[in-house]
């Protein structure tokens, strides 16, 4: 009988097997639903002002309390993954996000399809926040960021096939949008196929005490020629409490890991929302056509496609964190070349690069982060470090255009570029090197 090879180190000394190929078009199915989710209002809100004669200010409403659930289910879901684990907290916002559209496309009134968005929006950020730490987990150290980047490539799909869906089905009027939602709820298959193909985190379960469990787990899915041996593995001997996250965010050693996580998450999530939700009102505002706008507004929807697609070519190079740095001090440069061209040619081709170099930055951003933290409190600090993002982010909306009116075009845009310049730096210098380094062994490099 062949001597079976003895795993010690969870699975970053194997290939990829068939279970793992499982996880990741899970996830990645998961992701074409939740950004079809998370952009379809763009869509429908036309229909929707029709069907019920809404208002801009109550559109305004409805996009409001979808980022308000998005804000609260970041902070929500990652602190109970800690808690109860990272494959029921999966499905769980899954099928929350699922059941959620559903009901949106069957509400009766607006007041149900608003406190539709808010659940939806709670269920959506809860796959944001969780799935890229339970890739992290999950895959074998080399490589595991550029599978992410292809899993979150495939998951942006969904942005132009919810796009297309929306030019068939919506310029047939009346109560047509709602097919739109109800598409949506497609999502419950994948909770079933998850229920059965997903396994629990061996790293999480070994951190409550459930060692075997999280050996058989492993066993099941490298294969039989192997045997885990995960009893040298540290258990903690305390539960994570919030007065203990919070003392290992900020304890000496870990500190400038949240602090610069937090600074990148505000600039990249700030500086792209605000650009691509306001660069087409803006270039309007400055004398371009609407039809010049309209233009603009479609080419940007490329560079967020272009994103997840370049993050699987880079995510491993400069120990992650290089290129995460390189895309933010890329996009400042994309905005100064964008606010000082006289010519609308060169100005779409910046505004598409600008957008693409961000959005890598955040899709490694979001592989990057689960990496820095302990498994103890990773899913819940990755939540907090992203929920401040997300705040500032809200703020930042709010004063943008109060400094657009003071200070201009010009001016306003290279307050963007200082801030992604800045962010870059901090990274660039006092951030960890993660790609190809086992999660234990980055426990212990601080």
Request: charged share 15%; with cysteine.
């Amino acid at each position: 009988m062949k001597e079976k090879k003895v795993i010690t180190n969870f699975f970053d000394d194997v290939s990829l097997t068939k279970a793992h190929i499982k996880l990741i078009l899970i996830i990645a199915l998961a992701m074409v639903f939740e950004q079809a989710d998370n952009y379809n209002f763009s869509f429908v809100a036309p229909s929707l002002r029709e069907y019920w004669g809404l208002s801009v200010q109550q559109i305004g409403v409805i996009n409001s309390l979808f980022s308000t659930g998005m804000l609260l289910g970041t902070l929500f879901f990652g602190i109970i993954s800690d808690k109860i684990g990272r494959k029921k907290t999966i499905l769980g916002a899954a099928f929350i996000f699922s059941i959620g559209s559903l009901l949106n496309g069957l509400a009766p009134n607006v007041e149900l399809f608003m406190v539709m968005r808010f659940i939806t929006g709670l269920g959506i950020s809860g796959v944001l926040i969780v799935a890229p730490a339970y890739m992290m987990e999950m895959l074998p150290s080399k490589g595991r960021g550029r599978i992410f980047g292809i899993a979150t490539t495939v998951g942006f799909i969904g942005i132009p096939v919810i796009a297309v869906l929306c030019n068939i089905i919506l310029p047939m009027g009346g109560e047509h949008w709602r097919f739109i939602y109800v598409i949506g709820a497609v999502g419950l298959v994948l909770v079933i196929l998850g229920a059965a193909w997903l396994k629990e985190s061996p790293r999480w379960l070994v951190r409550q005490g459930r060692v075997k469990e999280a050996e058989k787990i492993v066993e099941e899915i490298v294969g039989e020629e192997y045997k885990a041996d995960l009893s040298h593995v540290e258990v903690p001997a305390e539960k994570v409490s919030f007065a203990v996250l919070f003392r290992e965010l900020f304890r000496r050693g870990m500190v400038k890991n949240t602090l610069v996580l937090m600074v990148a998450y505000t600039a990249c999530l700030s500086c792209g929302l605000l650009f691509v939700n306001m660069a087409s009102t803006l270039l309007v505002d400055n004398g371009y056509t609407m039809e010049q706008g309209l233009r603009l507004s479609s080419l940007l929807s490329v560079g967020l496609l272009l994103g997840p697609v370049i993050t699987s070519f880079i995510a491993e190079m400069g120990g992650r964190k290089l290129p995460i740095a390189v895309m933010t001090a890329g996009m400042g440069v994309a905005l100064i070349v964008y606010t000082h061209s006289p010519n609308f040619t060169v100005m779409c081709i910046a505004a598409v690069l600008a957008t693409a170099m961000n959005q890598t930055a955040i899709v490694i951003l979001n592989a990057y982060a689960p990496e820095t933290f302990p498994t103890k409190i990773r899913n819940a600090a990755v939540s907090i470090v992203t929920a401040f993002g997300r705040v500032t982010t809200i703020i930042s909306m709010t004063l943008f255009p109060v400094l657009y009116v003071k200070v201009g075009f010009v001016n306003a845009y290279l307050c963007l570029t200082a801030f992604d310049f800045v962010a870059a730096l901090c990274v660039g210098f006092f951030g960890k090197r993660t790609s190809g380094v086992c999660l234990e062994d980055l426990e212990h490099c601080e």
